[in-house]
């Protein structure tokens, strides 16, 4: 069976103004084979969460540069509880101090790449997830 | 509530979900248009088409809203180019709609071509039906920006509007005899900028040349200028497409478009189907395989192949014919 495109939303939260790595990571993202919907700057959780839905993406990728990550991640995961769309897979990638990672994860944000990460690294996560992820739901 | 049922209320993950199904052409899906079909026909497609950078998402933005003021419910389908090489896509034209973001009646869904080459993608055509079904009012499809021959949308949307801007006087000359005969609506987008109304009284010229439509069709598309800066024309492209779709309905033209989009979407699935159903049995049954290897060995030649399919296909319709006439006897 012909390998299935990834929709992948690349997203952009709060007030944060840079979106060099969010428009770098898409570019690679789509260059690897994937759908990348990027939803622009300043956007609201309701928003993002209400994008992801419409979509029907794979899974969510959320860039932060402004280090407001632990404010924000917990509302676009509460956002997403309440729209029964939990079960969608989010990633964080921007610049999150070490220490934060294992907060981000006990949020059930599925994988952190901060500043310094290869892109090749999170193409591959992303493949692996997704395709875990294909299984268990399309076989249900 | 099945997946028809809920698609029917609205429910906006079973619409997404569909689509996703008939983008990726899931068996299951073909199961759901056949429920699905008796119920479209009630949504005005529109279409906007135009070349790269002209404002087509944010016009889109700011028509739906102004649809959604005159209270129409309203689903946009918007279409980027699939990269050829990757076969990935980048879909930024929702980061255009943002300010139509949280309204529970507009339903905005970003498509990759996925290889058609016709400004849309295979998918487009179902999509806009599920959209439909969903009772929403008004579809309104963006296609990928286009140059002279991507004319797909003509055979799709009831409406629709060419968006250019100030600064493409020489390219509208080269647009003459492609995708300016398909507009119904005119549009000179980025009106702020300079040298809008000399792009207006431009496309006046080309449309001078142009002369009547084919057949009975006597309407002239309206030039209207726009700018999504002050929302200068916005307005008027509303009235525009609202009366184009009165016009196209009071001279009897909806039945005809409607019966020509089908017919080429059946022609479409029909050719599709043909030839996933030759290439199977080719797999399976000895005898064709042979058949077909006679074409490659230059023993039997494409056409009369191709003949011989044709004349099997006609004999067997010939023969129910006869078989019913003599049943009724």
Known sequence: ?140 | MNLFEKIKAGDICSIARLISKVERRDPEVIKAIKEIYPHCGNAHLIGITGPPGVGKSCLVSELAGKFREKNRTVGILAVDPSSPFSGGALLGDRARMIELAGDKDVFIRSLASRGASGGLSAAVSDAADILDMSGKDLVLIETVGVGQGEVDIARLAHTVLLVLMPGYGDALQAMKAGIMEIADILIVNKADLSGADEAVAELSTVQGFQGMREGQDKWVAPIIKSSTLDGEGIEDIAGAVLKHFEYVKEQGFLRKKNRDRRTNQFLDIFTQQIRDEFMRLVKVDAGIQRWVDKIGDLELDPYSASEQVIELLRNAREQERDSRKRTRK
């Not at chain 1, 789509?30 to 609201?44: D, F, P, R, S």
């Not at chain 1, 309440?82 to 989010?90: H, L, S, T």
């Not at chain 1, 990672?101 to 493949?127: C, D, H, T, W, Y």
């Open chain 1, 1 to 140: 069976m012909r390998d299935e495109n990834i929709r992948i939303l690349v997203a952009k939260i709060g007030l944060d103004g840079h979106d060099r790595g969010g428009l770098i990571i898409a570019q690679a993202l789509k260059n690897a084979g994937m759908e990348v919907i990027y939803t622009g700057l300043k956007n609201t959780s309701e928003n993002v969460v209400e994008m992801a839905i419409q979509e029907d993406v794979d899974i969510i990728g959320i860039s932060i540069l402004s280090g407001a990550h632990l404010v924000l991640m917990p509302i676009l995961m509460d956002e997403l509880k309440k729209n029964n769309a939990d079960d969608i897979p989010v990633i964080v990638g921007g610049v999150i101090p070490p220490g934060d990672i294992p907060k981000l994860k006990a949020m059930n944000v599925r994988e952190v790449f901060p500043a310094g990460s290869q892109v090749v690294e999170a193409v591959a996560f992303i493949r692996r997830l997704v395709q875990e992820r294909r299984k268990s739901t399309r076989a249900s």
